[in-house]
C-alpha cells in the first residue's frame, strides 16, 4: 500500500496524522492526493455540501492591525464604513437567505470585539431572528469573553465563528494588537458556553506550508468541525497589497491535506474562491463540502443560485 493510502487509513480510523505526514503528503502526487481526499470526505460525510451566507452588520474603523484586512483602520483602502446596521436590514438578508435554502446566517461585525450597547442590540437581533426565522444562526464578533458568548446562545446562536488565521508561529508578522492566546481563548470559552466553533484561516499571506499543516493540528487539536479556508485576496492599500495570488494547485493541496488532518470536520470554502476555476469547483472535488455563499465582507462571492448550480453539475446535494 503506497503512503496516500496509508494515510488515507489512518484518517479514516480518526488517527492523527503528524506534522512530517502532512508536509509529504502535500508534495505527494497532485491526482492522488485529490482522489483519495475526496474518498475520504465521501465515505465520512457523504456528498452533501453545507451552505452558509454572512453579512457585513458593522464595517471598518477596526483599531486592530491585520495585515490582511480592508477594514483596519492602519490601511487606507475606501470601503465602506458603517455602524452597526439596523435589524430590519439584517433580517431582510437573512430571510433572503432562508428562502433560498442556505442552511446558517452569521452577522459579522468589525473591530477588536462586540461590547456595551452595541453588544445588546445584537443579542436582540438575534433573538428576533432566532423567534422569526427558521435558518441557523452563528455569529462573528471577534474577541469576547464566556459570559458574552453565553448570551448569544441563549439568544438562539448555534454558532461562533473565529478564525485562527494562520500557524502561531506566523502570527506575530500578521497581527501585534493582539495575541494567538487571545484566539484561542476565545475559541475554548465558546465550546464552555455550549456553542459550535467555525474557526479556519487564510493561506497566501506569506506563510510557509509548514505554517498551513500547523494550522491544520492546531483545528484538530481544538476539535474544530466547520473549518473555512480563505484564500487571500491582495486589497489594495493593507500591509499584504502586493502579495502573489496562489495557484489552483496550490490550493487543492492545502484543501486536500486539511481533509487528511481533518477528517471529521466540514472544509469551507470562503474568500478568494474566484481564485478557483468555476468558483471552486475542482475544491469539491478535493475535500471540501461546505462553503460561504453569496457576498462577503469587503469581496464579491459567488451569487447562490450560482453555487446551487455547480453543486447539481458536479454530482453533489445541498442538504
Same mark, same amino acid.
Request: aromatic fraction near 6%.
Given at each position: 500500500?503506497?503512503? +496516500?493510502?496509508?494515510?488515507?487509513?489512518?484518517? #479514516?480510523?480518526?488517527i492523527k496524522l503528524t506534522r512530517e505526514e502532512g508536509l509529504r503528503l502535500f508534495n505527494s502526487n497532485l491526482e492522488e492526493l485529490i482522489k483519495e481526499a475526496n474518498n475520504i470526505r465521501k465515505e465520512i460525510h457523504g456528498d452533501g455540501i453545507d451552505l452558509c451566507s454572512i453579512i457585513n452588520g458593522k464595517s471598518g474603523r477596526c483599531g486592530e492591525d491585520c495585515a490582511f484586512c480592508a477594514q483596519s483602520k492602519y490601511y487606507k483602502t475606501n470601503i465602506s464604513e458603517y455602524p452597526l446596521l439596523d435589524?430590519?436590514? =439584517?433580517?431582510?438578508?437573512?430571510?433572503?437567505?432562508?428562502?433560498?435554502?442556505?442552511?446558517?446566517?452569521?452577522?459579522?461585525?468589525?473591530?477588536?470585539?462586540?461590547?456595551?450597547?452595541?453588544?445588546?442590540?445584537? +443579542?436582540?437581533?438575534?433573538?428576533?431572528?432566532?423567534?422569526?426565522?427558521?435558518?441557523?444562526?452563528?455569529?462573528?464578533?471577534? $474577541? $469576547? !469573553?464566556? *459570559?458574552?458568548?453565553?448570551? #448569544?446562545?441563549?439568544?438562539?446562536?448555534?454558532?461562533?465563528?473565529? !478564525? #485562527? *488565521?494562520?500557524?502561531?508561529?506566523?502570527?506575530?508578522?500578521?497581527?501585534?494588537?493582539?495575541?494567538?492566546?487571545?484566539?484561542?481563548?476565545?475559541?475554548?470559552?465558546?465550546?464552555e458556553a455550549g456553542l459550535e466553533v467555525c474557526s479556519g484561516g487564510i $493561506?497566501?499571506?506569506?506563510?510557509? =506550508?509548514?505554517?498551513?499543516?500547523?494550522?491544520? =493540528?492546531?483545528?484538530?487539536?481544538?476539535? =474544530?468541525?466547520? $473549518?473555512?479556508?480563505?484564500?487571500?485576496?491582495? +486589497?489594495?492599500?493593507?500591509?499584504?497589497?502586493?502579495?502573489?495570488?496562489? !495557484?489552483?494547485?496550490?490550493i487543492l493541496r492545502t484543501i486536500a491535506v486539511f481533509r487528511f488532518i481533518n477528517p471529521e470536520a466540514k472544509i469551507r470554502l470562503a474568500g478568494g474562491r474566484y481564485l478557483l476555476k468555476n468558483f471552486g469547483e475542482n475544491a469539491f472535488k478535493a475535500g471540501a463540502n461546505a462553503t460561504i455563499t453569496g457576498n462577503l465582507l469587503t469581496t464579491c462571492g459567488n451569487k447562490i443560485k450560482d453555487d446551487k448550480r455547480l453543486i447539481e453539475n458536479i454530482g453533489m446535494r445541498i442538504f
Open positions: 500500500m503506497g503512503f +496516500i493510502l496509508k494515510m488515507k487509513e489512518k484518517a #479514516l480510523k480518526n435589524y430590519k436590514e =439584517i433580517k431582510k438578508v437573512a430571510k433572503e437567505n432562508e428562502d433560498e435554502g442556505v442552511h446558517r446566517f452569521s452577522i459579522v461585525t468589525s473591530g477588536r470585539g462586540l461590547y456595551g450597547e452595541e453588544f445588546e442590540r445584537v +443579542i436582540t437581533y438575534y433573538s428576533n431572528l432566532n423567534k422569526e426565522l427558521k435558518i441557523n444562526l452563528c455569529a462573528s464578533h471577534g $474577541i $469576547i !469573553n464566556k *459570559e458574552s458568548l453565553i448570551k #448569544l446562545k441563549k439568544a438562539g446562536v448555534k454558532r461562533y465563528h473565529h !478564525n #485562527l *488565521e494562520t500557524s502561531r508561529n506566523y502570527y506575530e508578522k500578521i497581527c501585534k494588537t493582539h495575541s494567538y492566546e487571545e484566539r484561542i481563548e476565545t475559541i475554548k470559552n465558546a465550546k $493561506i497566501g499571506l506569506g506563510e510557509t =506550508i509548514i505554517d498551513r499543516i500547523d494550522l491544520a =493540528i492546531t483545528l484538530r487539536e481544538l476539535e =474544530i468541525k466547520s $473549518i473555512p479556508i480563505n484564500v487571500l485576496s491582495a +486589497i489594495k492599500g493593507t500591509k499584504l497589497q502586493h502579495m502573489t495570488p496562489l !495557484n489552483e494547485e496550490e
